[in-house]
């Protein structure tokens, strides 16, 4: 079966900190990779997606760059981190254009 | 540009007994896909149920069911004998951009169970 994991879980970082969280995922081959940010009481925002190695698409410019490694692994990074980049980030997987599954997030607070 | 709409922020429901969410929705796919998921205090997103929009006949997973009306745009779900368990935040969503299988979300309804 599949999974996916995520760490940290939780990340207490200082502004202007660099950022790595990372994403991998279990069980399937060549899958679509997403990145999203969730603000506190509010919807999913995509962020990025890939659907190979080296082929990552922004969905929204801004402070963060994602990178995918390898087959299963991604990368979501920030060379310096911004109070707005707060938040909950989840990873989720895809095959094709179906149902995405999530990752158990990561709770990021920038002070 | 694909949009989802839910318009109950927050419902309330006693245990056994039933609820429905809504949900519209605009897509110019014209092969697409709608879900719910739903998201407990641990904040993981979990998949409840899925509907190909092809299909007429409406999605059904255990005590979870939608109604489908792809004229009207409109996708709900229905929770028969309501447990504790299911108070959570619950989001509709929509493919878009084809094979890359990108989600739009709704903005969610916060459900809370009475017991």
């Known amino acids: 079966s599949q999974t996916i994991h995520q760490w940290p879980a939780t990340l207490v970082q200082p502004v202007g900190s660099p950022l790595s969280l990372e994403c991998t995922v279990e069980?399937?081959?060549?899958?679509?990779l997403y990145w999203y940010r969730q603000a506190a009481g509010r919807g999913l925002q995509l962020l990025f997606y890939?659907?190979?190695?080296?082929?990552i698409s922004s969905e929204v410019p801004q402070n963060l760059s994602a990178s995918r490694p390898q087959d299963r692994q991604f990368i979501l990074s920030s060379k310096k981190l911004l109070l707005s980049d707060s938040g909950f980030y989840l990873c989720?997987?895809?095959?094709?254009?179906?149902?995405?599954?999530f990752g158990p997030g990561t709770r990021l607070t920038v002070t | 540009a694909q949009t989802v709409t839910q318009s109950q922020p927050e419902m309330s429901v006693q245990e056994a007994e039933t609820v429905t969410l809504s949900c519209t929705y605009d897509?110019?796919?014209?092969?697409?896909?709608l879900f719910w998921y739903k998201q407990p205090p641990s904040r993981q997103m979990i998949l409840v149920i899925r509907?190909?929009?092809?299909?007429?006949q409406n999605a059904t997973e255990n005590r979870f069911s939608v109604n489908f009306q792809k004229a009207a745009k409109s996708f709900s779900l229905k929770i028969s004998d309501s447990q504790l368990g299911d108070a959570a935040m619950y989001f509709c969503?929509?493919?878009?951009?084809?094979?890359?299988?990108?989600?739009?979300f709704g903005k969610g309804t916060k459900l809370s169970v009475k017991p």
């Open positions: 989720a997987w895809s095959v094709g254009h179906g149902e995405q599954y």
């Open positions: 069980g399937t081959s060549n899958p679509n």
């Open positions: 890939s659907v190979g190695i080296g082929q």
């Open positions: 897509t110019s796919e014209s092969d697409y896909y």
């Open positions: 509907q190909e929009a092809y299909k007429q």
């Open positions: 969503a929509t493919n878009y951009g084809g094979s890359q299988g990108n989600l739009i």
